[in-house]
């Protein structure tokens, strides 16, 4: 059945989480690691998680023994030996967990025991692999083709590099503090420069040289593979920018549409080769650099770990891509594992197929810094910039771009296409030249203009294929104009996945009306499965899109169903902690034996996970298809994010029955660095107050202070609109830390405002209370008398905390160059806890 990792020799399992959020690692780690532990849990063995993410909804997991503390060598090792650790699975944290993984090999000594075995990766290849020069040599005397590197430890040697090396080079850092980044030089001037600042960011004080490949179209593969060798490809993806550009700030496509089949028959052979040379258990995540023109590949990445693309093909296959990676790291092979009853007995062996296409499109913070006085370099290069992302889903690729463009860029003045439109000449030639965020539209601009799809290919190295899909769109969207309230015209554009809205502004009409012309018209979405055999064998499918069809997939769950609106992209703010929230609410909701419907477009948090819910639908998240979700689905209650106040109070005008979850519409300014803020924290039932305790709040930091709570007003007079956790805020000239502060007249310079749902997040681990799980309760009238015991002890006897949260070391400077500071409360990335000594 498996290999020497079997189930009779291993019992206790220690993952390794991702830590903070970050440019890069959106959530889709802590994503994989929740959707395992329960499969695994119900298998018998033993789990254990690690991470010091406050907004890790792994850590919250029923099925597993979590630990909320930092991520060091000596508090791994210490979880290790005090719970007598089998096994340890990095490779479902990403690279910060492999990273730390390899340091606490490489520091193991005799006295602290076994060294439990390591999941889906030799320890010997694992330390290869983590050095690029190691690994590039392995590849190169395997025979694959990459590009060579060397190795520059002063500017000295680097001016000898030189003198074998031309223009442009990519320079990285060898052994990276953080996440690596490639620097494009592309003139000399800019060399010492860029050496430097890649120097600062390496461990060994190292650079890697290299000669650049720009304009060389990038394809990623996502492959697994078994102990005995079996692989197999579960997706690919390609970036419709060239090399040059970060691939995460580039619109990605799935299945890739514009390079030859021997070219991807190649680099499937490349990816097979690569990981039977790591003897991979598990994923495998590679990127090419390929030229249909010089016929060129090159292998520019290697990710033995889950990463954003092993999640993305998860979601846009249908293929149950982590819990396949899990059994394959625990020694099974491919015919060997048993998925829940969902799947086809067959699903783990065989490829997936697609019958539909997916773009994921990345959004930006540049409009949200903008507003707020800060701008940044909004050109794009080969470091990232982008914070998040949404994918589209179609049965075409104009179709998938168009809900790929309205998911991600929703209320950004950027993609306005009338914006576009006053954009000047020199503007738009400086844009494709260098491009920035809204490149899509102002490649549809260009056109407009008269641009030929030769001179834009040869501006921006990209495929003509996606030039000539631009101009039908604009075509199509020509015609939509000219023919005002036509069913015909209608229908046509809602298959190309024009939103009702868009269409109401082509006809200068309301949202409404194109709801009731489509109606009349019989011209409505229909649904379908997303499923890794496309349909070909039987499957009990839950993941949906729509389109437009005769033939619709999708049966309702029910009257007795909920919808959850999630929270969309991350964003610079809440990032991650909105996914989160509605990652704990769906759970909630199913415990409570609700009919769950969640819908979302985010691939890198849990929301979209196959257990989180009874049914998903994959769409965005704008009125008109949240409405047709409704009308499909016709839930009892329908639970959107407090901020969403256009798209609530629509569904209240048409008599939806709305649970609103307590949010701002834009998060505060944090205090200044030589001021307090400081905050009385309470729950709210819909009848009674509770207050529960005083946090205080510096610029990127905050603890809960241990004291009473002595409070003379009465908060039930606080008139609060909906059951939730709300906190009074005051500020204060307090530079240190304090363990107690007097609350002061709460009727005087305080305000009242929902608690975010990063601090939601920080509230619960801290204080050892699911508080998103009582709001949920609460607003359906569901609290228990153990948990009205429960806030009115803490009430009376705030818990003691020792953790506090601090922001994560984001290089704010390396990816936006900002023009001046960051605040890191109103546009925070990411957080992580530290103990009190």
């Known amino acids: 059945m498996s290999n020497s990792t079997t189930k009779s020799k291993l019992n206790k399992i220690l993952f390794l989480g991702a830590g903070p959020n970050d440019f890069g690692i959106q959530g889709e780690n802590d994503a994989a690691i929740y959707q395992v532990l329960p499969e695994l849990h119900g298998h018998g063995y033993h789990v254990f998680v690690v991470d010091d993410n406050p907004y890790s909804v792994a850590l919250e997991s029923v099925a597993a023994t979590t630990f909320w503390e930092p991520l060091t060598v000596t508090n791994i090792k210490k979880i290790i030996k005090d719970h007598q650790i089998d096994a340890v699975a990095p490779l479902f944290g990403g690279h910060r967990a492999l990273r730390l993984w390899n340091q606490i ?42 590009i060579q590197s060397k190795i520059a430890k002063s500017q000295t040697e680097v001016n000898e590099l030189m003198r074998s090396l031309s223009l442009p080079l990519v320079v990285r850092a060898n052994n990276p503090v953080q996440s690596n980044t490639r620097q494009i030089v592309e003139r000399l001037d800019d060399l010492e420069q860029v050496v430097d600042e890649v120097k600062s960011q390496s461990l060994l004080d190292e650079v890697l040289i290299s000669k650049a490949i720009n304009g060389m179209k990038e394809v990623s593969l996502e492959v ?119 799947f086809h007995p067959k699903t783990a062996m065989m490829e997936p197929m697609m019958d539909h296409i997916a773009v994921k499109l990345p959004v930006f913070p540049f409009g949200d810094l903008h507003a707020s006085g800060v701008e940044v370099d909004r050109n794009l290069s ?20 168009e809900k790929a463009i309205r998911a991600a860029h929703f209320n950004n003045r950027g993609f306005s296409p009338t914006y ?81 809205g868009l269409i109401a502004r082509f006809w200068h009409s309301d949202f409404q009306s194109i709801r009731r012309l489509a109606r009349q018209n019989d011209i409505q979405p229909t649904y379908k499965a997303l499923e890794p055999s496309a349909g070909e064998f039987p499957e009990n499918a839950h993941q949906y899109y729509a389109t437009f069809e005769t033939e619709d997939e999708s049966t309702p769950l029910g009257k007795d169903s909920i919808l959850v609106v999630g929270s969309g992209a991350f964003r610079l703010g809440e990032s991650a902690s909105g996914g989160y929230a509605t990652t704990i609410i769906l759970s909630e909701l199913r415990r409570l034996q609700y009919h769950t419907v969640a819908m979302n477009n985010n691939s890198s948090d849990a929301t979209l996970l196959p257990h989180i819910s009874d049914k998903q639908y994959l769409e965005p998240l704008e009125i008109s298809d949240v409405m047709a979700v409704v009308d499909k689905e016709q839930p009892q209650a329908i639970m959107v994010p407090g901020n969403r106040k256009k798209l609530i109070k629509v569904l209240e005008e048409l008599g939806q029955r709305v649970l609103i979850l307590p949010r701002e519409k834009h998060l505060a300014n944090g205090p200044e ?121 803490i009430s009376k006897n705030p818990p003691h905390v020792q953790q506090w949260m601090t922001k994560a070391l984001t290089n704010y400077q390396l990816h936006l160059q900002p023009s001046g500071p960051i605040d890191t409360t109103r546009f925070e990335m990411g957080v992580k806890v530290v103990n009190d000594e």
Request: glycine residues 6%.
């Open 420 to 500: 576009m439109e006053h954009i000047s000449d020199d503007e738009l030639i400086q844009q494709l030249i260098h491009p920035q965020d809204n490149r899509v539209l102002l490649f549809i601009e260009a056109i407009r203009r008269g641009y030929e799809v030769d001179e834009l290919t040869e501006l921006s190295h990209i495929d003509a294929f996606y030039f000539y899909q631009l101009k039908h769109l604009i075509a199509l969207e020509q015609m939509v104009e000219a023919k005002i309230d036509d069913p015909n015209m209608l229908k046509q554009a809602k298959q190309a996945g024009l939103s009702d």
């Open 673 to 793: 660095n030589h001021k307090s803020e400081f905050s009385l924290n309470f729950f709210y039932d819909g009848v009674e107050v509770y207050p529960l305790i005083v946090g205080q709040h510096r610029a990127g930091e905050m603890r809960l202070l241990n004291q009473a709570l002595d409070i003379k007003e009465d908060l039930n007079d606080l008139n609060l609109p909906s059951p939730g956790l709300y906190q009074i805020i005051w500020r204060a000239d307090v530079n240190e830390w304090i363990n107690q502060v007097e609350i002061p007249d709460l009727s005087h310079d305080t305000w009242l405002r929902p608690v975010s749902y990063g601090q939601v997040a920080y509230l619960s681990k801290a204080m050892g209370i699911h508080f998103l799980r009582l709001i949920v309760r609460a607003m359906l009238d569901e609290l228990t008398p153990r948990d009205w015991e429960m806030l009115q002890m």
């Open 382 to 401: 080969s470091i990232q910039k982008s914070v998040g992302s949404t994918i589209g889903f179609g049965r075409t690729f104009i179709e998938a771009l």
């Open 105 to 146: 090999l490489n520091e193991w000594h005799t006295d602290d025991g076994q060294i439990p075995r390591t999941l889906g990766l030799n320890p010997a290849v694992l330390r290869e692999s983590a050095d690029i020069t190691q690994l590039n040599q392995l590849l190169i005397d395997a025979g694959l083709p990459v």
């Open 224 to 342: 697994l593979r078994d102990y005995r060798g079996n692989c197999l490809q579960v997706g690919a993806s390609e970036d419709m920018d060239p090399i040059g550009i970060h691939t995460a700030d580039s619109l990605s496509v799935s299945p890739v549409l514009t390079i030859q089949d021997r070219f991807m028959e190649q680099m499937r052979s490349y990816a097979f080769q690569v990981a039977d040379l790591l003897q991979i258990q598990g994923a495998l995540h590679l990127q090419f650099a390929v030229s249909e023109v010089t016929g060129k590949i090159y292998i520019i990445k290697i990710a033995p770990y889950i990463d954003q693309m092993a999640t993305r093909m998860a979601l846009v296959t249908g293929y149950p891509m982590l819990l396949v990676a899990m059994y394959l790291s625990l020694g099974q092979a491919f015919e060997d594992i048993v998925l829940p009853h969902n």
